[in-house]
């Protein structure tokens, strides 16, 4: 993958992604990080591949916020809420949809829909996470989720954010104004909402903030979702799009998977290639609601 781009640009499947170009920020991250294996938890030094200047937000300002999907109206741990907003205070720093909020210098595994032949499988591939010290967030769909409330119940007890990833995956931008906010409310009770394909326009997002709802897109599509030849994408093709990402796509990165594919099969070894590139992941600190803090506490 190349830069990032200005506009959003349509996949050949499943996904669409967002690119913007990098914006300079106020002043350079400068990093000395000796690169060998770590454990996720053991070492707090940011990436030696970002010590040029991460992409920053393209505006600022409430409409900015809006244009992300969010309205601060209080601490760092405060989702948005229904109603009024005429108390709101700015954040420190703009909502960065793709990224989820992350600010961390770490990079946040997600994992999206659902393990459709075995729904246990997401509490095996949580508790293998949480042993090696690392959180991730799960994007569920709730049509399914629901009836595994257990599942979800576990995955926090893990120490895994669970967050809203609709009613049925259906494309937010086709369906109408109830119907979108019907699919929405269907979801997993949250604060963010991952939109199915990475489809959200003015209107949803705006919707979403109405609704108690961050955007959270990705930096990274792995790709796991796509059928070259009729099987999904293997572990080792996963593995080769994370370890080829951009610098800037890792920087504070979001990596998008998902639980009915290759990708879990193949988080091994894109942990351990990106400890060997010098970054670390989000740590898995104990058990979590069903919010999920901005900035996000990795």
Known sequence: ????????????GRHRRRRRPPVKSA??????????????????????E???????????????????GIRRTGG?????RNGSDQNAVEPDVVYDRERCGNTSNRILLTLDDWPYNDPDRAVRVGAQLQSQGIRAAFFLINQFAAKYPQIVATLRQQGHWVANHSFSHAKLSSLSEQALKDEIAGGLPSNVLRPPYGDAGEREQD???DMGYRLCNWTIDTHDWEKPGGSF?????????????????KHNG???????????????????????????????????????PYPLQC
């Open 1 to 12: 993958m190349s830069g990032y781009r200005a506009a959003l640009r349509r996949g050949s």
């Open 207 to 209: 919707i979403a903030a």
């Open 254 to 292: 979001v990596i998008l998977g998902h639980l009915f594919s290759n990708f879990p099969d193949a988080l091994p070894g894109i942990i351990g290639d990106l400890h060997d590139q010098g970054y670390h992941l989000c740590r898995n600190t104990g058990p979590v609601g069903d919010r999920v």
């Open 27 to 48: 002043a350079a991250v400068t990093v000395l990080v000796t690169c060998s294996a770590f454990a996720a938890a053991s070492l707090d030094d940011p990436p030696p």
């Open 76 to 80: 760092p741990d405060d989702a948005p």
């Open 50 to 68: 970002c010590s040029k200047k991460g992409p920053g937000a393209a505006c600022s300002g409430r409409n900015a916020q809006r244009a992300a």
């Open 233 to 249: 994408t293997s572990v080792d093709a996963i593995r080769t799009n994370v370890r080829n990402a951009t610098p800037e796509e």
